[in-house]
């Protein structure tokens, strides 16, 4: 049992049943699959990901459809949407077909693809899977930068890329990354320039974070200047007919939104993958072995579950969905109604940082800042120390090893 700002994570997590964890959701969840496959691994990413090799992936998805096969056993289980991530899922796409093909899904299919993966004959199976919503990791278009961040692919396939998924999908996410402690603005408001050129319709900018794990390590942040350049940022956007629609994202207006949090509660399939339903929040082995190991005993490969008090589901579902900049106040979900989230609505609006509009408080310009500040705050101080500790089922175990579960002490 670990404990979190008050919140106890209890682990290991063994005797939890797929039917109690999707008697959790009020309504059908969105449903996430993790592909923790890369054929180069990028130096600043934290995420979970393995390099990829044919026998190890074609096993991983064996052992995810059979995680699926659990959920499906308890016939509650259907998604309001999918969202497919990694990694490179495009690297599995005939296991993911497999498993496509028994997963009863409503609403739209979303996939993070690698830019120079985005052939057309991509795009054809892409298509043919159902996906509609894609989401392109281009970085930068300064090869400079590219360099910097170790980056597989070039400028020329990231612009092919981006021309073959706008003939064919009905939304294109561009990811762009900016570091302030490295580039001066004009690299990210040149990068933002032709996305919008393109007529992309979404363009999602991250500030780069440093998880002291991966190889780049710890870095400052230039807190005033990434709140300069995210203002610079939306003024060029409107001049394009864009509209900030989350804090680190710009639309074209009218166009659909990419998210990865879309539906608010959802499940999480594969290794790493987190799952939230409101009174609890799940995240998967991060270890291929340890997910693999409690497939194999046909448990759910949970390491972490924490079971929240409705105040601190309603400070989570109120943050992410402040994310969108825009919070319903219409009494459409129970956690946004929770009074600890109307008082944060009510403190936001004191202070300035967000205002009242029909049905809904959106955030100011200041609110976005502050916002953007308190998104560092939780990436490092909740959601690093997690993965950090989530990452060490990667390493190969100690001579003296203990042998237990989770292996993650
Ligand atoms: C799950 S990742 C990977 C998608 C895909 N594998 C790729 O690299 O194109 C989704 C996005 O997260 C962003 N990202 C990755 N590492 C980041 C970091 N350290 N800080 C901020 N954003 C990051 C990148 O923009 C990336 O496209
Ligand atoms: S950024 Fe994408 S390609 Fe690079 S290691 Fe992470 S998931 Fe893999």
Redesign the pocket.
Known sequence: MSRRFGIRFEQPVSDLSPAAVLAEYRTAPGLYLHLPF?QTI?P????N?VRYEAELAADYLDDLEREASMYLATQAASFLSLYV?????TLCLDGLERLLSRLPITGERAI????KHLTRAMATRLGALGFTYV?????SFSPRVLRRLG??GTVRASRAAIETALGAFECVDV???FDTAYDDQQTLLDDLDRCFEYRVHQV?T??????GY?P?GKGDHHRDREHALLRTATELARSHGYERRSVWTFNRLGAPTYTSITRPYYLGLGAGAASFAGAVFLVNHFGLDQYRRAIGESRLPVARMARLPGAAAAVYRSFWQAYTGTVPTGGRDPLLDHPVSVLLRDLSVALGWSRRAGEAVTLTESGYDRYHDLERWVTYSLIEPLWAELMTEHDPPRPTGSGSDGGTQ
């Not at 991250?206 to 998880?211: D, I, V």
Request: aromatic letters at 14%; charged letters at 15%; hydrophobic letters at 30%.
């Open positions: 890369c990028c600043f990413c934290p995420y990901k991530g990694g990694g490179t899922p993070e693809v690698l830019p989401s392109l990791g281009v970085q980056r597989p990811d762009l990354i999602s991250y500030p780069l974070m440093r998880f991966t780049f």
